[in-house]
C-alpha cells in the first residue's frame, strides 16, 4: 500500500479524500495555493506544500508544481479528487512518467472517454444503449441535413469535445440546421479548440440517471447502483439522489448490470460513472466520467462503501474487484449547499461569521467549513454537502428538511432556502420532474 499521498484538490474533497487516508493509515501531502492557507485540509494532512497564487491556472491546474511537491514530499500517489486535473490526460500521463501513481484510470481510458465521440463508440461496441444520431462526427451540413432526416426534428449537434452541457445547439427544424450547424462548429472550436461535432435525436424530457462504477484494471468490475440526477440548473446539479424513484428494480439491475459489464470489458480501473439519459422507459448513454464526482457519497450511504478507499486500493494493485452488487440500503439524498445569491445565483464569498452543522441519525455532512472561514471567491461555490439516509425515500425528505433547517451558515448567502422550496413541492415528493423541472418551475 501507499505510504504517503498527495491530495491535488481543494475544499470539501480534499478533507473527503484525506479522511480516508487517515483510516486506511496513509500520510497526506496537502498542496494549496495562497488564498487556502487556513484550508481545514492543510491542518488534518501530514504535510502541505503551497503550489502557487490563487487563480487555479498557477495553483490547482499547475501540473509542474503538483508533480515537484510530490517528489519533495517522497509522496507515492497522487489523488485528483474532481474538477482541475481529474480528467486530464495529459496529466494523468506526466504522473506515471514522473514513477508516482495517478489515482484513476489509464491516461489511455481518460482520453477516449473525454473524446465523446469515441466514448459513444466504445459504449455501443460493449453493449450499452445509446441516442440515435450520427456515427462519429458530423462534417458537413449536408450530412447534418441527412442524417436529421433520417432520425427527424429536433436534433442535437454536440461538441465532440464538450461536455456538462458546453457546446450543445438544438436544431428545430431542417430550415435552422445551416446557422446552427455553423454556430456550434465555431464555439466549439473557440471553447475546447476543435471544431469536431456529432449529432443525436434531442430528447425532450428525459432523466439523468448515472450508474457508479468500480474497476481493478485486471477485467473486473462492479456496479454500486445509480444516482438520479434530474435537479440541476444551468449544468450544476443541486440534488442527487439514490436509488431513482423512477426505476423498477429490473429495468435497474438491467442497466446497471450493462455498465459493470462495459467497465469489465474495458479492463477500467477506478471509480468512472455511466451517464445515461431515462425517457419512456428506454436508457440512453451519452457520457462516461473517468473520475470521483461530486455526489458520490449518495451511492456510498445506500452500498455501504468507502470509493475513495475502493480507489486508492485498485490504484495500488491491492484490491481484486468481485463483481457482486452491493445490498442497497434505503434511500440517499445529497443537497449541494452554494455560497450564492438567492436570487441572482451570483457566487457569494466572504467570511463564514457563525457555523453551525446539522447531524443525527442518518445525516453527514462534507464540508471544510468552520466559523471564521473566508471563503475565497477563486474558485467554484460549492461550500458543503449534506447527505441524508433513511429507510425510504419519504423519510430521506423529511429528515432532509429537518437538517436544513437546523443547519446555520451565517456571514455569507447560500442556497438552503432554495433546497427547503424543492424539497416542499409535490413534484419533488412524487417524482414527477424532468432535467428542466427546476429551471422551468421553480426558479
Ligand atoms: C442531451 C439532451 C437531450 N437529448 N442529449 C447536457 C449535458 C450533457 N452532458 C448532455 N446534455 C444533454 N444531452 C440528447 N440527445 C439534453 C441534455 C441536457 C441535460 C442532460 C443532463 C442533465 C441536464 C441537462 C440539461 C439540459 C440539457
Known sequence: MFKKILIANRGEIALRIQRSCSEMGIATVAVHSSADTQAMVVQFADESVCIGPPPSAESYLNMRAIISAAKITGAEAIHPGYGFLAENADFAEMVEAHGLCFIGPTCEHIKTMGDKIAAKKTALKLGLPIVP???????????????????????????????????????????????????????????????????????????????????????????????????????????????????????????????????????????????????????YFIEMNTRIQVEHPVSESICGVDLIAEQILVAAGEKKICSVAPKMLGHAIELRINAEHPETFAPSPGVIENYHAPGGLGVRVDSALFRGYKVPPFYDSLIAKLIIQAPSRKICIERAMRALNEYAIEGINTNIALHKKILATSEFANGKYDIHWLENSLV
Open 133 to 283: 444520431g450520427s456515427d462519429g462526427a458530423v462534417k458537413s451540413v449536408e450530412q447534418a441535413s441527412l442524417i436529421a432526416d433520417k432520425i427527424n426534428y429536433p436534433v442535437l449537434i454536440k461538441a465532440a469535445s464538450g461536455g456538462g452541457g458546453r457546446g450543445m445547439k438544438i436544431v428545430q427544424k431542417k430550415q435552422d440546421m445551416e446557422e446552427n450547424f455553423a454556430l456550434c462548429r465555431q464555439e466549439a472550436l473557440a471553447a475546447f479548440g476543435s471544431e469536431e461535432v456529432y449529432i443525436e435525436k434531442y430528447l425532450p424530457s428525459p432523466r439523468h440517471i448515472e450508474v457508479q462504477v468500480c474497476g481493478d484494471g485486471k477485467g473486473n468490475a462492479q456496479h454500486f447502483w445509480e444516482r438520479d440526477c434530474s435537479i440541476q440548473r444551468r449544468h450544476q446539479k443541486v440534488i442527487e439522489e439514490a436509488p431513482s424513484s423512477l426505476l423498477a428494480p429490473r429495468e435497474r439491475q438491467k442497466i446497471c448490470e450493462q455498465a459493470q459489464e462495459c467497465s469489465a470489458k474495458l479492463g477500467y480501473r477506478g471509480a468512472g460513472t455511466f451517464e445515461f439519459l431515462y425517457q419512456d422507459g428506454e436508457f
